[in-house]
């Protein structure tokens, strides 16, 4: 029996099968898709079903936006996801859909700490409260609560919570994207459109110039990368101070959500940039910014948190979720 499954983002799709059984976490086959190149996921997933040796059976997907009664509007494409009519047009005996970041959360169980960097050891509750966030497209937020002795991943829509501006730098952050947005979510400071407009109210700030270098780099192709890529040592200042911000609001946005859900089991930051910026999470930077409760700064000291390296876990996440659809068990913890 052969197991389907995906993690569907804004910008890129991940598609993997693996054969039902011992060994369904290690997929034969992988292949990355670009997620605006289809007119709806239908195309895109029969494309890698036609690749398969054999039909597929059971298929789970992770995908950025809000699934009610298994039908999802992915909320960065133009796409409508429905459970029954993916399976009934596919051939497939049962299709899922969850939150992208409920899948994401499964994958940091299956993960383990192996694929973990230690932010703050803290002193982890072993059946405490998780909360996972990360940044990619969008961001994601989803929690982990412990039910008769097993993990449950609840799903959340927090990434479109409201910016809460702690400074006064960051309160003239949020009259700037206002006049751009009306509303400003932390989605709109912390992805990679998110990195684009910081970059863009540093530079508004008048403080250093442009490059035209870096200019060029921001017209030509993806602006995020962009940023990261002349943030480094030396680096470009508007580049560097727009990606210091993104890590302060980022490590801001972790704590808030360790204090929401009571995180003592620890707090895991995922998603696509996390771990292509580890140096700039591992400065004490993001850490700080996680702490900076005031009275509940101690309470904070205590809660673990980890940058999840492999990203993956969606796909993995996702992949268990087909595996349970199967009768080949859940998350490993």
């Known amino acids: 029996m052969i197991l389907v499954a995906g993690d569907v983002g804004g910008t890129k799709t991940l598609l993997c099968a693996s054969r039902a059984g011992a060994g369904w976490g290690t997929p034969f086959l992988e292949q990355r898709y670009e997620s605006g190149a289809y007119p709806n996921f239908a195309a895109l997933l029969g494309d890698f079903l036609a690749r398969l040796d054999a039909p597929a059976a059971h298929a789970a997907f992770g995908v950025a936006g809000p699934v009610i009664d298994g039908r999802c509007h992915a909320t960065n ?24 970041f409920v899948a994401a959360a499964r994958g940091v169980l299956e993960l383990g700490p192996q694929a973990q960097v230690v932010l703050q050891e803290g002193r982890p509750d072993p059946h405490g409260t998780m ?17 008769a002795g097993r993990p449950q991943v609840v799903p959340t829509e927090g990434g479109h919570g409201d910016f809460a501006p ?5 309160i003239e952050l949020l009259r ?7 509303r400003v979510s932390y989605e709109r400071l912390l992805s990679g459109p998110g990195i684009v407009n910081l970059y863009e109210f540093v530079r508004a700030r008048g403080r250093h ?11 030509a192709g993806d602006p995020a990368a962009a940023v990261t890529r002349f943030a480094g040592d030396p680096g470009d200042p508007l580049c560097r101070e727009a990606l210091e911000l993104f890590v302060t609001l980022y490590g801001a ?7 929401r859900v009571l995180a003592t089991g620890g707090v ?35 809660v673990p948190v980890r940058l999840v390296t ?7 996440g996702a992949l268990s979720l087909a595996a349970e659809s199967a009768g080949e068990g859940a998350a490993s913890r």
């Not at 909360?131 to 039910?147: C, F, M």
């Not at 700037?176 to 009306?182: I, Q, S, T």
């Not at 946005?253 to 204090?259: F, I, R």
């Open 77 to 100: 494409l133009p796409w409508t996801l429905d459970e029954a009519q993916l399976a009934a047009a596919l051939g497939l005996r049962r299709v899922r859909l969850v939150n992208d």
């Open 131 to 147: 909360g996972v966030l990360g940044a990619g497209t969008g961001l994601g937020e989803a929690i982990i609560v412990w039910h």
């Open 166 to 170: 702690r400074t006064d730098e960051e």
């Open 176 to 182: 700037f994207l206002r006049a751009r947005f009306g």
């Open 209 to 219: 110039p442009e490059s035209r270098e870096v200019a060029a780099a921001l017209a």
């Open 253 to 259: 946005e972790a704590g808030n959500l360790a204090l």
């Open 268 to 302: 895991f930051v995922a998603g696509g940039i996390a771990p292509r910026l580890q140096p700039h999470f591992l400065d004490g930077r993001f850490l700080e910014a996680f702490l900076a409760k005031g009275r509940y700064r101690t309470l904070l000291e205590r």
């Open 310 to 316: 492999d990203d993956r876990a969606g796909l993995l």
